[in-house]
């Protein structure tokens, strides 16, 4: 039996991010052949004991050893860096897609690029080389969104990997053959279709070179100054970094993504995610409600805090659907931004207040299964979310349609994704791309369209029930979950890992 290896994971504490982390450390855990260390925030520390715990109980006979956990907050200069980013309201986040977000996410990608500032960047920095020294591991897995930590792994020349919860396409879409990122692809965040009609090539250009020129930014320029003092000459990590010669893990297939060349370096392992606790098990009451009809579920993402006027609009868009399909109920896991709340309750008790009352139309602020797990009870027709990377993982693995209400950064590009594919339906192309924006004042603008939605709606489940396109769509998805779920995701991603730890060796796993 080779020696034990040590693997040393930095990751964000936001679940959609280290939900990869989190399955392919559970899977490692089993594996019970790594010592297994993950550098984030302190919010990640009670599901890794969690998880942990979790192996240890499903292994009673063999003792696993724990993750241990290492606090990202340790570094100089963490009070510093948090005070700076204590402000940004979730809320406002959202921003359209093409021309009229185009400064917006310029600006964003100037936020992602400089968040540390130069001196938080190079403390974050030093102390994670410190740890990685005091370990030593045999592998360093990045996280693409900690960008400091990929200085780190170049600076001391460290074996490392890359895992994303992401497509890794923004990355290699730049190296397709023919320029073809000028005409073929669509730029990141305009939504625009694949392949890009010919009328969008003037905007795609234009969003293309805006988000680009966020690298020349004085803020980003502080910050490579900073770093070219330390001897640190690579372009920055982006929102999909990619790298030749770095093996990047991600949970992406070439079925369910635009078509593309994938390099060697580029694992493409399926939807990677944690096993979910049956339905029956987590919560019994919701279950028995799923089994009295067909349900739509929407769920707009942790981070989706809705203004009134979203909700009003999200709810004209459910009422159309109930109007037409009396057949149908609706699971919403709705939040609400807190200034705008009680009008919010009233809109849904104008529109939706009758169906609120029977029972057929579900409110949550919380759901206590995993998503994956609702998606997968049988009961799920449409799947509706915002397009952020872990939803449309979960329902395409699942083998669900999906609506997408896109709100930000790369939730537009899935959008494309669905529709290029052929299992869901875009529903706030248009409400998106002739919002009003106060450029001024910045607040999110309304960018859902209730009647549009309704129409999404109606072509996603069908306007009558046995609809043939609806039908159509719903085989598609049902293919392209099975070729997901075939996949391997977690276990394909940890025999990477454990692969590239003991490269050179043999394994119990790879003899």
Request: include cysteine; hydrophobic fraction near 40%; charge should be neutral.
């Amino acid at each position: 039996m080779p020696e034990r290896k040590t693997v040393l994971f930095f990751t964000n504490s936001d679940f959609g991010q280290a939900n990869v982390v989190l399955s392919t450390a559970y899977e490692l855990l089993r594996q019970n052949e790594l010592d297994i260390h993950i550098a984030s925030w302190a919010p990640l520390q009670s599901r890794l004991e969690t998880l942990s715990q979790k192996v240890q109980d499903e292994n009673p006979s063999q003792a696993i050893a724990p993750i241990t956990f290492h606090n990202l907050a340790s570094f100089p200069g963490f009070l510093e860096f948090a005070k700076k980013n204590a402000s940004r309201r979730k809320a406002d986040v959202p921003h359209p897609p093409g021309r009229l977000g185009a400064e917006r996410i310029a600006m964003l990608t100037v936020r992602f690029l400089s968040a540390w500032g130069p001196e938080a960047h190079l403390a974050l920095l030093g102390w994670a080389a410190n740890l990685t020294k005091q370990l030593d591991p045999a592998l360093v897995v990045v996280d693409p969104h900690l960008v400091p930590i990929h200085d780190m792994a170049r600076s001391l020349k460290r074996k490392y990997a890359v895992l994303s919860p992401c497509t890794l396409a923004e990355g290699l879409i730049t190296e397709q053959p023919w320029l073809a990122a000028y005409w073929k692809y669509p730029a990141f965040s305009t939504g625009f279709r694949y392949p890009l009609p010919w009328s969008n090539l003037i905007e795609n250009y234009y969003c293309k070179s805006t988000i680009q020129n966020a690298a020349y930014d004085p803020q980003v320029t502080a910050v490579n100054e900073a770093r070219r003092a330390q001897g640190l000459s690579e372009p920055l990590g982006s929102f999909t970094p990619w790298v030749k010669d770095v093996p990047h893990i991600c949970p992406s297939l070439p079925e369910i993504d635009l078509p593309l060349r994938f390099p060697s370096n580029v694992y493409n392992c399926g939807p990677i995610m944690l096993p979910s606790p049956d339905i029956t098990e987590s919560d019994p009451d919701l279950l028995a409600w799923l089994q009295k009809r067909p349900t739509v579920l929407m769920a707009l993402g942790t981070h989706f805090e809705a203004y009134a006027a979203t909700v009003r609009e999200q709810a004209i868009g459910l009422r159309v659907l109930l109007d037409a399909r009396s057949d149908i109920q609706v699971l919403w896991k709705l939040k609400t931004e807190e200034t705008s709340e009680d009008d919010g309750k009233e809109s849904l008790k104008t529109i939706l207040g009758k169906e609120i009352e029977s029972g057929r139309v579900r409110i949550e602020s919380w759901l206590k299964p995993d998503p994956a797990a609702i998606l997968r009870s049988g009961h799920i027709i449409c799947a509706v979310h915002h397009g952020g990377a872990n939803s449309y993982f979960e329902a395409t693995w699942a083998g669900i349609p999906h609506i997408i209400l896109a709100m930000w950064y790369d939730t537009f590009d899935y959008a494309t994704r669905i529709e290029y594919l052929g299992v869901g339906i875009y529903g706030n192309r248009d409400a998106g791309r002739n919002c009003v924006v106060n450029k001024e004042n910045y607040q999110a603008p309304l960018m859902v369209g209730g009647r549009e939605f309704g129409e999404a709606l109606l072509k996603v489940v069908g306007r009558v029930k046995g609809d043939p396109k609806a039908d159509a769509m719903r085989r598609k998805a049902a293919q392209l979950g099975e070729v997901c779920r075939k996949s391997g995701g977690r276990i394909e991603a940890a025999k990477i890992i454990t692969e590239l730890c003991f490269e050179g060796q043999s394994t119990s796993k790879m003899s």
